[in-house]
């Protein structure tokens, strides 16, 4: 049915806006001021007082008005909230351990599985070799020593 206004849809106009390369605020179609470097580089500035700051090399992060000044003295609620949620785990540092030195514990880090794995046979062997010697000297002892018979 024409005229009838049940199904009303709202859609919001979408415009593409720039940021100032000076102050941080959002630039809306028409409003920019543009300069080009001998480098070829651009930089798209809100209005004039940006651009003359820019070409005085101005700090924007001492001028209270930026967005970079706003966002260094945490004036901005939003921005901290998202800061929170992003916080993640340390990173890890190598540091030397007790008994090893940061030198012997990076070349163990960086040698093959394989000789890893050998290394772990061998000294495995050798303190089971151990083990059973002083089993050996144990069993020889209390053989000599121990007299036979019940009583």
């Not at 093959?112 to 495995?124: G, H, I, N, T, Y």
């Not at 070799?129 to 053989?143: G, I, L, N, P």
Request: overall charge positive; aromatic content about 6%.
């Amino acid at each position: 049915e024409r005229g009838s206004h049940s199904e009303s849809v709202t859609s919001a106009m979408v415009i593409k806006t720039e940021t100032c390369r000076f102050s941080g605020l959002r630039i809306y179609p028409g409003r920019a001021v543009k300069f080009v470097r001998t480098d070829t580089q651009i930089f798209t500035f809100l209005k004039s007082k940006c651009r003359t700051l820019f070409n005085q090399r101005k700090k924007p992060a001492k001028l209270a008005w930026t967005a970079l000044y706003r966002k260094q003295h945490k004036k901005d609620a939003t921005s901290e909230v998202t800061k929170r949620k992003k916080r993640g785990g340390k990173a890890t540092l190598s540091r030397a351990i007790a008994g090893a030195s940061l030198e012997v514990i990076q070349k163990k880090r960086s040698e093959k599985p394989e000789v890893r794995q050998a290394a772990r046979d061998a000294a495995l062997r050798e303190v089971k070799e151990r083990m059973k010697k002083v089993k050996d000297t144990k069993k020889a002892a209390s053989k000599g020593g121990k007299k036979g018979g019940k009583r």
